[in-house]
């Protein structure tokens, strides 16, 4: 497995925002089809600001770690986080009438999305830290 880069931000949406540039920046380097940048660029983005709304209520002085990898054709993006354990079920259906906009639900779209986008999702408990591994595979 070949690390591209690994990057550490404080729990703040605007790093969020610079990190998820970041990482498509260097994705593009690799030559990984667009269809695959914008899946990989709209989890992580989803999956960085639940982190920060969710996990630390967006209070600023908390860290986020980011490691990008990628493994023959797939990339993956493993998110640490230091907030209180969370479990997700990333398999969760979506209740909504899909020609009626006012019925999309409150919650929940942000995971879907995730899921959606990635080819694989997997979040573990280790030592008092949250880690999310989210893998995608591409084609050139």
Not at 119 to 129: G, H, M, Q
Request: charge should be negative; include cysteine.
């Amino acid at each position: 497995m070949e690390l591209i880069f690994t990057k550490e931000i404080n729990s703040v949406l605007s790093e969020v925002s610079n990190l998820v540039i970041l990482v498509v920046q260097n994705l593009k380097m690799l030559n990984i089809n667009n269809s695959a940048l914008a899946d990989i660029e709209i989890a992580l983005a989803e999956a960085l600001t639940n982190i920060v709304k969710h996990g630390y209520n967006y209070e600023n002085n908390h860290k986020i770690e980011l490691a990008l990898y990628k493994l023959e054709k797939n990339i993956i993006l493993e998110i640490t986080d230091y907030s209180d354990e969370v479990k997700i079920n990333f398999n969760k259906k979506l209740d909504y009438d899909p020609k009626d906009t006012d019925s999309l639900p409150e919650g929940g779209m942000g995971l879907y999305l995730m899921n959606h986008c990635m080819t694989s999702l997997n979040l573990k408990r280790i030592d008092n830290k949250n880690i999310l591994t989210m893998i995608k595979k591409y084609e050139k």
